[in-house]
T-cell receptor, first 116, second 118 residues
């Protein structure tokens, strides 16, 4: 069984400050990992994904995440926060191809607030 | 890129009526669609998996007679909330999985439907 834990349901940062959203996973097979962003009353937009290639993954809007197998982590970072980054962020895990059904298991989400 | 279109984006209905939500894959064929429910300030909870040409698979605790899922074609899946009650008010999101081949490893999400039952 897979699971995802996002530490901190709410994170506040000042505009221009570093953004760090934490995600730890549990999986019986090498996982695929994703970060999604959700704006109010909208669906989810993919920020980035790890699919067993490079461990440091760069995504859209200046976000990146590093897969650390030893720590079972996939934390999301951005060097400098913008007001438009304020949203809900979800970490998700799925089985790799051939190992499962591509079904995503989501963390509980982290709401990011950016203070002007 | 692949696009999933979900309609309506919001709907208000009276208690006891039924509401249909459509999810279409616009530029690819989706043999599988996932339906999620999201309560305020909570994560997405998988309700069911619809499969084209076969019955949907429901997660534990989800009433299949209340949440009717039909996967009529390779581009359309529908979720019908029957005899809706205020506790069914929620945000419903559909998703089509990537193929897992090459770069298509992500899931594509609809815009979501805000259902309010009064």
């Amino acid at each position: 069984a897979q699971s995802v834990t996002q530490l901190g349901s709410h994170v506040s940062v000042s505009e221009g400050a570093l953004v760090l959203l934490r995600c730890n996973y549990s999986s019986s097979v090498p996982p695929y990992l994703f970060w999604y962003v959700q704006y109010p009353n909208q669906g989810l937009q993919l920020l980035l994904k790890y699919t067993s290639a490079a461990t440091l993954v760069k995504g859209i809007n200046g976000f990146e995440a590093e897969f650390k197998k030893s720590e079972t982590s996939f934390h999301l970072t951005k060097p400098s926060a913008h007001m438009r980054d304020a949203a809900e962020y979800f970490c998700a895990v799925s089985d790799p191809p051939g190992a499962g059904s591509y079904q995503l298991t989501f963390g509980k989400g982290t709401k990011l607030s950016v203070i002007p | 890129g692949a696009v999933v279109s979900q309609h309506p984006s919001w709907v208000i209905c009276k208690s006891g009526t039924s509401v249909k939500i459509e999810c279409r894959s616009l530029d690819f064929q989706a043999t599988t669609m996932f339906w999620y429910r999201q309560f305020p300030k909570q994560s997405l909870m998988l309700m069911a998996t619809s499969n084209e040409g076969s019955k949907a698979t429901y997660e534990q605790g989800v009433e299949k007679d209340k949440f009717l899922i039909n996967h009529a074609s390779l581009t359309l899946s529908t979720l019908t909330v029957t005899s809706a009650h205020p506790e069914d008010s929620s945000f419903y999101i559909c998703s089509a999985p990537g193929t897992g081949i090459g770069v298509n490893t992500e899931a594509f999400f609809g815009q979501g439907t805000r259902l309010t039952v009064v």
